[in-house]
């Protein structure tokens, strides 16, 4: 009845070595909107600066609307201490 169905997709890319992306797709299928994501998520690669304890160099504080979000250097050998999409994006730096 006029209603397409469509899907949206949110990719985080990365190469464990300090790059990482994020990227959006949106397609009439669930493996083409992947798809385009993947591609988008490569194309917007940032550096994020690791240390060789593979952690951050400094603090960080970043304040969306009524999110925020710190982002603190780790002692040697705790790992990412995170939670939802904060882990995964550190995760994928």
Avoid: M, W
């Amino acid at each position: 009845c006029g209603k397409k169905l469509r899907f949206g997709a949110l990719i985080i890319v990365g190469n464990k070595r300090g790059r990482v992306g994020i990227g959006v797709g949106k397609a009439n299928d669930v493996i083409e909107a992947v798809k385009k994501a993947k591609n988008n998520g490569k194309r917007n690669l940032i550096r994020v600066p690791v240390t060789k304890n593979f952690s951050i160099p400094h603090p960080v504080l970043g304040q969306y609307g009524a999110s925020n979000v710190i982002i603190k250097p780790a002692g040697n050998g705790t790992g990412v201490i995170a939670g939802g999409s904060v882990r995964i994006l550190l995760e994928t730096a």
